[in-house]
DNA sequence: GAGTGGTCTAGACCACCGA
DNA sequence: CGGTGGTCTAGACCACTCC
C-alpha cells in the first residue's frame, strides 16, 4: 500500500485543509472523528492521523482527548517554496518581483561561515549581494552565501536572473529543511544606498539557512527588508513549537 | 501500554534530544536506525518514529528515504511556555524581567477584537496595556485583549505581578496553541513615551493569538520590542512548515 | 457510559541510498 | 543487494469529555 506518486496522508490533508478554507466546518467548528474520516476516506485511522498531524503543525486545528478536533483557522497555508523563494513569494500576492545582482565573489570561508555552511574554514564559498524589488521598487537586500558545489551553478546564472532557487531546484539542487532568525538590523552604507533609506534606519531581518535532504547546508542568507514590506506568520503548540524567542542580537552582522 | 505520566515517545525524543545537545553524534552525524533505537529503549517502531517526528519539527535532524538520520543542529530548543510568557522567558536567558499595568479598562469588544477573540461583537473584553522591562529597563509594550472570562481572573491579579500567564496558568487556563504574526510598526505617542524612543521609530512587532486546548481563544496581543532586545527563531521543512512569509502590514494597529 | 483522540504494538511492503 | 526510512494497516487499551 505505498509507492504512489503523493502519499495518502497527504492528499487526505490536502483535502481536509481545502474543506476547512472553505468553511466546511466553520471557524471554531468540529470535524468528524477519525474513524468517521476513515471510513470516507477509505484508509485506516492511523492515515487520518498523519493527515491530522499536518494540519495540526500547519496551525489548522486544535486537539485533545475527548472531543472532536477544532478547527482554529481557515485561511490558506503557504508552501515551503514561498517561503525559500523570494519570487516565488511575490508572485503569490500578486507583485512583480526582480533581482538585480550587485556583487558576486569567490573566497575563502571566515570561521563565521565555515560554521554556517559546514565546510572547512578556508574553502572556497561564493558570495552574492543582490537587490530584490516588488513592482520595481526595491525592498529588500540580500547577502546569500553558498558552498562551492553550490556556488558554481550560481556563477553561471545571468546576473538579471530573477530566482536563483528556482534555477538550483532545476539542476537538481533540493531544499529540504531551514532555520531562520528574525530580528532587526540597523541599515549600513550599503544597504541605505540600495534601498534608498537613511544610515542607521532599523530594517527586519531574516537569517535562514537551508540544507538539503541529507542535512547539507545549501545557503546561508541574509535578507534586509524595509519597514512595511514584509510580515512573518508561525504557530507553535504546546507538543512542539518550531517558533522560539531569543535575546538581543545572536549574531549580528 | 498507556497511561503514564509522560508519553513513551517523549521520553525518547528528549533524551535522543539531551544526546544531540551533548554531542554524542557530532554535528551532521548518523543517529543509530529507527530498528536499533527500538530495541535499546525497547519500544516498537512506530514510538521511535512518533519521536523522531518531535525532533524533525524541533529541527534536529533531517531525514531521508535509504539513510540514517542526520543532525541539522546541536542547540538546546526553547520551550512553548518561554515563548508565550515574557517573564519565562526573561528569566531563562538569565534576566531580570519586570513589568507595570499602564492601564487596563473593560469595555465592549470592536469588530477586529471580536473576530480574533471568537466572541460576539460587542461583548465585554478586558484590555491591558503594560510596559515589560529587562533589569529595570523598559523594553517592549504589550497590549493584550482577554475575553471575558479570562478578564475576570486578570482583574484580580495585582497591577505589579510579574507574570500574568503564570498566574492564569495557576488558575486553570491552559495555553495550547498560539498563532504569531511578525513585522515592523512605528512607535506611536505611547511607545514612544513607554519605552524612551522617538515617535515613528521602528519597532519589532509580535502578534499573538493564544488559544485553550478547545480551541478557545484565551488572548489576543500586540508585544512592540525595541531594537536590539529580542529575536525570534523557527524551524520549517518541506513536509510541513510552521512559517510563512505574508505582505505588508497584514493587521497595521 | 458512549464517543473520541492519545499512545503503543506488530507486521507488511515499498522507495531509496550507498557499497 | 542489504540497510534504512516512508507509508499503511489492524488492533488494542487508555484518558478524557460530555451528556
Known amino acids: 500500500m505505498a509507492g504512489r506518486a503523493?502519499?495518502?496522508?497527504?492528499?487526505?490533508?490536502?483535502?481536509?485543509?481545502?474543506?476547512?478554507?472553505?468553511?466546511?466546518?466553520?471557524?471554531?467548528?468540529?470535524?468528524?472523528?477519525?474513524?468517521?474520516?476513515?471510513?470516507?476516506?477509505?484508509?485506516?485511522?492511523?492515515?487520518?492521523?498523519?493527515?491530522?498531524?499536518?494540519?495540526?503543525?500547519?496551525?489548522?486545528?486544535?486537539?485533545?482527548?475527548?472531543?472532536?478536533?477544532?478547527?482554529?483557522?481557515?485561511?490558506?497555508?503557504?508552501?515551503?517554496?514561498?517561503?525559500?523563494?523570494?519570487?516565488?513569494?511575490?508572485?503569490s500576492t500578486g507583485e512583480e518581483p526582480g533581482g538585480r545582482v550587485v556583487r558576486a565573489v569567490q573566497g575563502p570561508a571566515s570561521g563565521t561561515e565555515s560554521a554556517r555552511l559546514r565546510v572547512a574554514e578556508g574553502a572556497e564559498v561564493c558570495r552574492v549581494l543582490r537587490v530584490r524589488t516588488l513592482s520595481g521598487r526595491p525592498v529588500m537586500v540580500e547577502r546569500t552565501v553558498y558552498p562551492e558545489a553550490v556556488g558554481a551553478l550560481v556563477a553561471e546564472l545571468e546576473p538579471d536572473t530573477v530566482s536563483f532557487t528556482v534555477r538550483l531546484e532545476e539542476q537538481g539542487v533540493l531544499f529540504a529543511d531551514a532555520q531562520h532568525t528574525i530580528d532587526l538590523v540597523p541599515a549600513d552604507a550599503t544597504d541605505a544606498e540600495l534601498l534608498g533609506c537613511g544610515e542607521g534606519d532599523v530594517l527586519l531581518r531574516e537569517q535562514r539557512r537551508s540544507t538539503d535532504p541529507a542535512g547539507a547546508p545549501i545557503e546561508f542568507s541574509e535578507d534586509r527588508?524595509?519597514?512595511?514590506?514584509?510580515?512573518?506568520?508561525?504557530?507553535?503548540?504546546?507538543?512542539?513549537?518550531?517558533?522560539?524567542?531569543?535575546?538581543?542580537?545572536?549574531?549580528?552582522?
Chains 1, 2 share one sequence.
Do not use: C, H
Open 6 to 91: 503523493q502519499a495518502l496522508y497527504r492528499k487526505v490533508a490536502a483535502d481536509l485543509e481545502r474543506g476547512i478554507s472553505e468553511g466546511a466546518y466553520g471557524s471554531g467548528g468540529k470535524l468528524p472523528a477519525e474513524g468517521v474520516l476513515a471510513e470516507q476516506y477509505g484508509v485506516s485511522r492511523g492515515t487520518v492521523r498523519q493527515a491530522m498531524s499536518v494540519l495540526r503543525a500547519n496551525g489548522f486545528v486544535a486537539s485533545r482527548r475527548g472531543t472532536r478536533r477544532v478547527v482554529l483557522r481557515t485561511s490558506q497555508s503557504q508552501s515551503f517554496g514561498e517561503l525559500l523563494s523570494f519570487t516565488r513569494w511575490a508572485r
Open 225 to 253: 527588508y524595509l519597514p512595511g514590506t514584509v510580515a512573518f506568520t508561525a504557530n507553535s503548540s504546546a507538543g512542539s513549537g518550531s517558533l522560539a524567542r531569543r535575546a538581543g542580537r545572536p549574531s549580528s552582522g
